[in-house]
């Protein structure tokens, strides 16, 4: 499968001959886009909430989560293929840690989608409370129709000429998120003008004789809506809001979705059909935990069916 955006393998910046950069940053690397799942078993979906237990224990921020969930799923990014080694996850992470937004959802996306395959239900019931008339009502949504924008040619790079200056910016990636809520839990006091300015700081780019810090200084706030604007223009996005009418009043509203509600499965459904499974056919945790899922539920297809014949007699 191919993100809609990628991250670049390296990146270099060519200079002319007195060391001044041209029109920065010129990349010769390609953007990675690639990106594979390990397969889904029960092994997998415990440790998926180990990790979450991890984070929580923790106190890590949610884009810290995301980025272990996301090393934890994947088997390949890019330039990168786990092969069992002691350092796949730690090369994982670094790699989701350089995507965008965007494709940090997209992921989770397809990994909802092809959640929703293996158990058959392509359609999910959720639930909203309508803002006019209150009323609570279930509505169904297919993951699969949520419009998707693609990146530009030029991301992950913004350039935009502001008054005499020449401004490259990158777009910001997972890192800068876990960055970002560091920063604010250091800084609960912080308003949003002084936490905008400090993601930009990590965003421009700038040659060895610039300044990061004295150039944001010298942005106005306008011109910061600006780079906003150009980093937008370029970046990939998900659609995260859907057009509802409320069934009571007929009211229509919009509504966010969370892409990150119901990802993980309860762990209770999880142990009792590895206990199904353990009792009917004696076989050990470990195996079945390790089974696909998709043979798993094939699995307890048979015994629910057995079970039922058996009743009929
Ligand atoms: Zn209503």
Redesign the pocket.
Known sequence: MKLPGGYLASVTSVSDQQGNPLQAPLCTARLQNEFRFKPRCGALQLLLQERRQYCIDNQLSHAHWVSELLACILVQLGDYTATHQPDDEAQLLSRVRQLCVADRQFILWQWRLNQGHVQGNQTEWLSNQ?P??D?YYDFPLDWQMLPIKLATVDFPFAQLTLGSQQISVRVPNGGDQEFIADWLSNHPAATQRELQRTLLRRLLIVDEKTDAVELEQALSDEQIASIESALEAVAPELASAIQLA?P??G?EHQLQLDLYQQLLAPISQLLDEVHQLAIHYHWREEDILHLPETRRRAYLQRLELSQGMRGAV
């Open positions: 309508c006019a008339c009323a409320c009571e009043c009211f």
